[in-house]
C-alpha cells in the first residue's frame, strides 16, 4: 500500500487548494479513506471521511462548509478541496486509509499547508 500526497503550499488567508492523494496497491474505491492534519506542535486531528460506496461525507466542525473531500476512483485519488483559508488551518495534511478492522491503517507521508499573509 502507498499514499502519496501533493498540493500543498503557500497560500494567503482567504485562499484555496486542492489536495490530492494518490493510492496504490489496494482496491481504492472498497475502502474508506481520510484527511488527517497535525498543526505545529499540536496533536493529530481528523479532519474529513468519505465512505466506500455511496460515498458519504463528514467533516470536522473546525473545516465543515470550507473544506470538500471526494474521490476519482477511475484515477485511485483522494482529494482535499480547502476553501476559505485561515491561519489556523496551518498543518501537515496525511492522506489515511480505513483498514478493514476498523482504525487506519496506512498514512501517507503528508503535505505541508501554510496559510499566511
Known amino acids: 500500500v502507498q499514499l502519496v500526497e501533493s498540493g500543498g503550499g503557500l497560500v494567503q488567508p482567504g485562499g484555496s487548494l486542492r489536495l490530492s492523494c494518490a493510492a496504490s496497491?489496494?482496491?481504492?474505491?472498497?475502502?474508506?479513506m481520510n484527511w488527517v492534519r497535525q498543526a505545529p506542535g499540536k496533536g493529530l486531528e481528523w479532519v474529513s471521511t468519505?465512505?466506500?460506496?455511496?460515498?458519504?461525507?463528514y467533516y470536522a466542525d473546525s473545516v465543515k462548509g470550507r473544506f470538500t473531500i471526494s474521490t476519482d476512483n477511475a484515477k485511485n485519488t483522494l482529494y482535499l478541496q480547502m476553501n476559505s483559508l485561515k491561519p489556523e488551518d496551518t498543518a501537515i495534511y496525511y492522506c489515511t486509509k480505513f483498514g478493514s478492522a476498523g482504525g487506519m491503517d496506512y498514512w501517507g507521508k503528508g503535505t505541508l499547508v501554510t496559510v499566511s499573509s
Open positions: 468519505i465512505t466506500s460506496g455511496i460515498g458519504s461525507t
Open positions: 496497491g489496494f482496491t481504492f474505491s472498497s475502502y474508506w
